[in-house]
C-alpha cells in the first residue's frame, strides 16, 4: 500500500468558534478537567464541542503507555486529584448532558491503576444528576479482572475498550497492550450484562480479511455496539497513515458489521469511539 499524508477531500473539519463551543471550554477549564478531545487532538473538536458534547479523560492527562498512534502525552503522572469525581459531575450538570463519555489515560503506576477512582466518578456522576446515561471507555486494568468489576459494579450503562487494530498489528501500534486481552476484557463486560462497545481504526497497513476477522473476534466477545474510523497521524512523531479509505469504503464495512449482528455501528472517516456517542445508547 502506498503511504500518504495528505488529508483526502472527505475529511471537512468544523470551525471551532461556536456558542456551545465556548461554552463547553469555559465549563472544561473552570473545573480543572481534562478532555480527550483536546489531550487526543481530535479532529472533530468543532463539531462535537459546538454540539455541546465533551469526553472527559480523568486520572491526569499523562499517561504510562505510549502507544504510536495516541496524542496523548506520556510520562510519569502526578496523584490523581481526589476532587476530580465531584468536579467533574457538577461539569457535567452545568453542561446538561444526556450522555456522558469519560475516558481515562493509563494509569500503570497506581496498585489499582485508577480503578477506585473510576468508579468514584461513576458514583458522583449519577449522585448529582439523576437522568444522565454513562459511557466508561476504559483502559484494559492489565487485564485485571478485580479491577474491571470496580467499574462494572459502578453499573455505567455503557463500558467501551478499544481493539484499536487488527490482531497482527497490535504489537507495533499499542505499547504493552494485547489483542487477547482486550477481547478478554470486553468478554468480562458483556458477561456481567452491560452493553459492551469497541472500536478501531483503518489505515494503519491492515488487510481486508484482518479487518473482517477483527469485526468477528469483536463480535465473538459479546460487544453489540462497534466504531470504526479513520487513523489520521497527530503528528510527525507518531505513526504515518499507511491508507485513506473512502466513504463508501466505511459504507462497506458498517454493512459487514450490521450483517454480523451489531446493534450499533459507527463507521466513517470521521468515527471515534465517542463519536455521536448519545446516539449509541
Ligand atoms: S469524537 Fe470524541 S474525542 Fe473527538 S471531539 Fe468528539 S467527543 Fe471529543
Request: aromatic share 8%.
Amino acid at each position: 500500500m502506498e503511504k500518504t499524508s495528505r488529508l483526502p477531500s472527505w475529511f471537512k473539519m468544523q470551525r471551532a468558534a461556536g456558542e456551545n463551543y465556548i461554552a463547553v471550554k469555559k465549563t472544561v477549564e473552570s473545573y480543572g478537567l481534562n478532555t480527550i478531545c483536546v489531550s487526543g487532538r481530535c479532529p472533530n473538536i468543532g463539531e462535537c464541542w459546538n454540539a455541546g458534547s465533551a469526553t472527559f479523560m480523568i486520572l491526569g492527562d499523562i499517561c504510562t503507555r505510549a502507544c504510536r498512534f495516541c496524542a496523548t502525552k506520556t510520562g510519569r503522572p502526578s496523584a490523581p486529584d481526589a476532587d476530580e469525581p465531584l468536579h467533574l459531575a457538577e461539569a457535567v450538570d452545568e453542561l446538561n448532558l444526556k450522555h456522558c463519555v469519560i475516558t481515562s489515560v493509563d494509569r500503570d503506576d497506581l496498585y489499582d491503576r485508577g480503578a477506585g477512582h473510576w468508579a468514584e466518578t461513576v458514583k458522583q456522576v449519577k449522585k448529582i444528576n439523576g437522568n444522565v446515561t454513562i459511557e466508561c471507555l476504559i483502559p484494559d486494568f492489565d487485564g485485571k479482572t478485580s479491577l474491571i468489576r470496580k467499574i462494572i459494579e459502578a453499573k455505567p450503562e455503557i463500558i467501551s475498550h478499544n481493539i484499536e487494530t487488527v490482531r497482527r498489528l497490535t504489537p507495533q501500534i499499542r505499547t504493552k497492550a494485547d489483542y487477547d486481552r482486550s477481547l478478554g476484557v470486553l468478554n468480562l463486560i458483556s458477561q456481567a450484562g452491560i452493553t459492551a462497545k469497541s472500536g478501531f481504526m483503518l489505515g494503519l497497513g491492515e488487510t481486508g480479511e484482518e479487518i473482517l476477522q477483527t469485526i468477528n473476534d469483536i463480535f465473538n466477545s459479546g460487544c453489540t455496539i462497534l466504531t470504526i474510523g479513520q487513523y489520521l497521524q497527530p503528528s510527525f512523531a507518531h505513526m504515518e497513515a499507511v491508507k485513506y479509505y473512502t466513504p463508501d469504503e466505511f459504507d462497506e464495512y458498517r454493512n459487514i458489521a450490521l450483517n454480523t449482528g451489531f446493534r450499533f455501528v459507527e463507521s466513517s472517516p470521521h468515527a471515534r469511539s465517542s463519536y455521536h456517542a448519545v446516539r449509541h445508547v
